[in-house]
């Protein structure tokens, strides 16, 4: 499975974008999808994610104003992010959970650059 993540660029305080991550391959099962973000010196960090049937769930840095969904017709998962912060600003990685065989692996697309100017 390949994840390509799309929608980062420059934004101002306040502001919103939405980022999408398609996964794309052949013959296989996504379970969950998540975002992390990881901005310069800071460890990779878990931002949200979508259950195949379970609910979102969201870190508390970005609870209300960042929503996770998907499409799994379409095999795309995204993230809407609104009144984003300078804080914010981070390369966001899309992740996913490959289910083959009964046995689960762990998928990650290069990342994209949120950038929030204050």
């Known amino acids: 499975v390949q994840l390509q993540a799309y929608g980062g660029g420059l934004v101002q305080a306040g502001g919103s974008l939405r980022l999408s991550c398609v996964a794309s391959?052949?013959?296989?099962?996504?379970?969950?999808m998540a975002w992390y973000r990881q901005s310069p010196g800071t460890q990779r960090a878990r931002v949200a994610t979508?259950?195949?049937?379970?609910?979102?769930t969201y870190a508390d840095a970005v609870k209300g104003r960042f929503t996770i969904s998907r499409d799994s017709n379409k095999n795309t998962a995204y993230l809407e992010m609104t009144d984003l912060k300078p804080e914010d600003s981070a390369v966001y990685y899309c992740a996913a959970t490959e289910i083959d065989g009964g046995r689960t692996y762990a998928r990650w697309g290069k990342g994209t650059q949120v950038t929030v100017s204050s």
């Open positions: 391959g052949s013959n296989f099962s996504i379970g969950s």
């Open positions: 979508i259950g195949s049937g379970a609910g979102p």
